[in-house]
Nanobody, 117 residues
Framework: QVRLVESRGGLVQPGGSLRLSCAAS????????MAWYRQAPGKERELVAT???????AYSNSVKERFTISRDNAKNTVYLQMNSLKPEDTAVYYC???????????WGQGTQVTVSS
């Protein structure tokens, strides 16, 4: 069964950094486009970053030059490095993959990131 297990988020101060990880099972992250989404209270879920099987990355305007998405194929894990965090980055972050063979979307469990002083 496909599983996406996210690392724990946490509470960080504005300007701080945090790295999230998404460990995949029963799916090869090197062969699929992976993504991170986030959802803040009272807001719609938004796409934050994507990475293709060719390691090309794209970001929302709100996180460009601050966040970096990457993968470690040997560990079958996707990461989101978040730098220069702002209070508006506070949200639940979700890892995502579309299983092209099954035609099904899979999501991580969600992890809370809170940016506050």
């Amino acid at each position: 069964q496909v599983r996406l297990v996210e690392s724990r988020g946490g509470l960080v101060q504005p300007g701080g950094s945090l790295r999230l990880s998404c460990a995949a099972s029963a799916i090869d992250v090197s062969a699929h486009a992976m993504a991170w989404y986030r959802q803040a209270p009272g807001k719609e879920r938004e796409l934050v970053a994507t990475i293709t099987s060719g390691t090309r990355a794209a970001y929302s305007n709100s996180v460009k030059e601050r966040f970096t998405i990457s993968r470690d194929n040997a560990k079958n894990t996707v990461y989101l490095q978040m730098n220069s965090l702002k209070p508006e980055d506070t949200a639940v972050y979700y890892c995502h993959v579309h299983h092209s063979v099954l035609g099904i979307d899979f999501w991580g469990q969600g992890t809370q990131v809170t940016v506050s002083s």
